[in-house]
Nanobody, 125 residues
Framework: VQLQASGGGLVQAGDSLRLSCAAS????????MAWFRQAPGKEREFVSA????????YYADSVKGRFTISRDRASNTGYLQMNSLKPEDTAAYYC???????????????????WGQGTQVTVSS
Protein backbone atom coordinates (compact mmCIF):
# COMPACT_ATOMS: atom_id res chain seq x y z
CA VAL A 1 0.00 0.00 0.00
CA GLN A 2 1.29 3.43 -0.90
CA LEU A 3 -0.07 6.50 0.84
CA GLN A 4 0.07 10.00 -0.58
CA ALA A 5 -0.74 12.83 1.80
CA SER A 6 -1.58 16.33 0.62
CA GLY A 7 -3.34 19.50 1.64
CA GLY A 8 -0.96 21.11 4.10
CA GLY A 9 -0.12 24.78 4.03
CA LEU A 10 0.44 28.02 5.89
CA VAL A 11 -2.67 29.45 7.52
CA GLN A 12 -3.60 31.85 10.30
CA ALA A 13 -5.01 30.88 13.66
CA GLY A 14 -8.72 30.16 13.36
CA ASP A 15 -8.50 29.07 9.74
CA SER A 16 -9.29 25.65 8.31
CA LEU A 17 -7.46 23.08 6.20
CA ARG A 18 -8.39 19.70 4.80
CA LEU A 19 -5.74 17.03 4.46
CA SER A 20 -6.14 14.12 2.08
CA CYS A 21 -4.49 10.71 2.07
CA ALA A 22 -4.85 8.67 -1.10
CA ALA A 23 -4.12 4.96 -0.82
CA SER A 24 -2.99 2.94 -3.81
CA UNK A 25 -1.50 -0.43 -4.59
CA UNK A 26 -4.06 -2.40 -2.69
CA UNK A 27 -7.64 -1.73 -1.83
CA UNK A 28 -8.73 -2.53 1.65
CA UNK A 29 -12.19 -3.28 2.82
CA UNK A 30 -11.17 -3.53 6.43
CA UNK A 31 -8.41 -2.01 8.46
CA UNK A 32 -7.92 1.57 9.48
CA MET A 33 -6.42 4.87 8.49
CA ALA A 34 -4.96 7.40 10.89
CA TRP A 35 -3.25 10.74 11.11
CA PHE A 36 -0.26 11.45 13.28
CA ARG A 37 1.75 14.64 13.59
CA GLN A 38 5.25 15.58 14.57
CA ALA A 39 6.44 19.03 15.58
CA PRO A 40 10.15 19.91 15.55
CA GLY A 41 11.92 18.40 18.52
CA LYS A 42 8.89 16.39 19.59
CA GLU A 43 7.79 12.81 19.20
CA ARG A 44 5.24 11.80 16.62
CA GLU A 45 1.79 11.84 18.21
CA PHE A 46 -1.62 10.44 17.43
CA VAL A 47 -4.22 12.83 16.01
CA SER A 48 -7.12 10.79 14.70
CA ALA A 49 -8.10 7.43 13.24
CA UNK A 50 -11.01 5.84 11.44
CA UNK A 51 -12.01 2.22 11.07
CA UNK A 52 -12.21 1.72 7.35
CA UNK A 53 -15.28 -0.48 7.15
CA UNK A 54 -17.48 0.60 10.03
CA UNK A 55 -16.38 4.20 10.19
CA UNK A 56 -15.77 4.42 13.94
CA UNK A 57 -13.63 7.43 14.72
CA TYR A 58 -11.00 8.21 17.34
CA TYR A 59 -9.46 11.53 18.33
CA ALA A 60 -6.74 12.92 20.51
CA ASP A 61 -8.15 15.16 23.23
CA SER A 62 -6.22 18.11 21.83
CA VAL A 63 -8.17 18.04 18.55
CA LYS A 64 -11.54 16.73 19.64
CA GLY A 65 -14.31 19.05 18.50
CA ARG A 66 -12.07 20.82 15.97
CA PHE A 67 -10.89 18.04 13.64
CA THR A 68 -13.01 15.54 11.75
CA ILE A 69 -11.71 12.40 10.10
CA SER A 70 -13.57 10.74 7.26
CA ARG A 71 -12.98 8.35 4.40
CA ASP A 72 -14.27 7.62 0.92
CA ARG A 73 -14.17 3.88 0.50
CA ALA A 74 -14.82 4.08 -3.24
CA SER A 75 -11.69 6.11 -3.88
CA ASN A 76 -9.58 4.68 -1.05
CA THR A 77 -9.01 8.19 0.27
CA GLY A 78 -9.04 9.48 3.81
CA TYR A 79 -9.52 13.05 4.93
CA LEU A 80 -8.78 15.17 7.97
CA GLN A 81 -10.83 18.34 8.19
CA MET A 82 -9.10 20.73 10.55
CA ASN A 83 -11.06 23.72 11.82
CA SER A 84 -10.21 26.44 14.32
CA LEU A 85 -6.53 25.80 13.86
CA LYS A 86 -4.14 26.91 16.56
CA PRO A 87 -0.40 27.65 16.44
CA GLU A 88 0.17 24.50 18.50
CA ASP A 89 -1.25 22.47 15.63
CA THR A 90 1.84 23.34 13.62
CA ALA A 91 3.55 20.10 12.63
CA ALA A 92 4.24 17.69 9.82
CA TYR A 93 1.15 15.52 9.46
CA TYR A 94 1.51 11.88 8.42
CA CYS A 95 -1.18 9.48 7.31
CA UNK A 96 -0.88 5.82 8.23
CA UNK A 97 -2.87 2.72 7.42
CA UNK A 98 -3.26 -0.94 8.14
CA UNK A 99 -5.24 -3.59 6.31
CA UNK A 100 -7.28 -6.44 7.62
CA UNK A 101 -8.73 -6.94 11.05
CA UNK A 102 -6.45 -6.30 13.99
CA UNK A 103 -6.51 -6.00 17.75
CA UNK A 104 -3.77 -3.38 17.67
CA UNK A 105 -4.52 -0.01 19.13
CA UNK A 106 -5.84 2.73 16.90
CA UNK A 107 -3.84 5.23 18.94
CA UNK A 108 -0.28 3.95 18.68
CA UNK A 109 2.37 4.15 15.99
CA UNK A 110 2.76 0.38 16.11
CA UNK A 111 -0.86 -0.04 15.09
CA UNK A 112 -0.07 0.79 11.47
CA UNK A 113 1.95 -0.86 8.76
CA UNK A 114 2.00 1.76 6.04
CA TRP A 115 3.02 5.39 6.21
CA GLY A 116 2.81 8.30 3.82
CA GLN A 117 5.17 11.20 3.54
CA GLY A 118 4.43 14.17 5.75
CA THR A 119 2.54 17.25 4.72
CA GLN A 120 3.45 20.42 6.59
CA VAL A 121 0.82 22.43 8.42
CA THR A 122 1.93 25.79 9.78
CA VAL A 123 -0.45 27.95 11.77
CA SER A 124 0.60 31.52 12.46
CA SER A 125 -0.75 33.51 15.39
Amino acid sequence: VQLQASGGGLVQAGDSLRLSCAASGRTFNTGAMAWFRQAPGKEREFVSAIAWYGGSTYYADSVKGRFTISRDRASNTGYLQMNSLKPEDTAAYYCAARTGTSSRSFYSLSGYDYWGQGTQVTVSS
